[in-house]
């Protein structure tokens, strides 16, 4: 069974930094893609980043040029590095999968961009 397990989430002053990362206790391999999606309070959720196994990675224009992922293919780990975070950051993020079809998701962690 696969298993995505987010962790790296919390508060941070505008401006400052978090590493999210998302372990699938090797439970998963070769996926299709991967990336990370989010769900402020009150809004749908919305796509992140997506990184193909091409090695095409689409950000959405909000994050281009703050957020950057990245994977340990080995582990089975991806992480999303989040640097001159915003208010309007906040949301609960999730990691996501695809492979063959199927879509995986984490539990989502919290992420809190406040003053």
């Known amino acids: 069974q696969v298993q995505l397990v987010e962790s790296g989430g919390g508060e941070v002053q505008p401006g400052g930094s978090l590493r999210l990362t998302c372990d699938s206790k090797?439970?998963?391999?070769?996926?299709?893609?991967m990336g990370w999606y989010r769900q402020a309070p009150g809004k749908s959720r919305e796509l992140v980043v997506i990184?193909?196994?091409?090695?095409?990675?689409t950000y959405t224009d909000s994050v281009k040029g703050r957020f950057t992922i990245s994977e340990e293919p080995a582990l089975g780990v991806q992480y999303l590095q989040m640097n001159d975070l915003r208010p309007e950051d906040t949301a609960v993020y999730y990691c996501w999968v695809e492979k063959y079809g199927h879509e995986f998701w984490g539990q989502g962690t919290q992420v809190t961009v406040s003053s």
């Open positions: 990184m193909r196994s091409s090695g095409e990675t």
């Open positions: 090797r439970t998963i391999s070769l996926a299709n893609a």
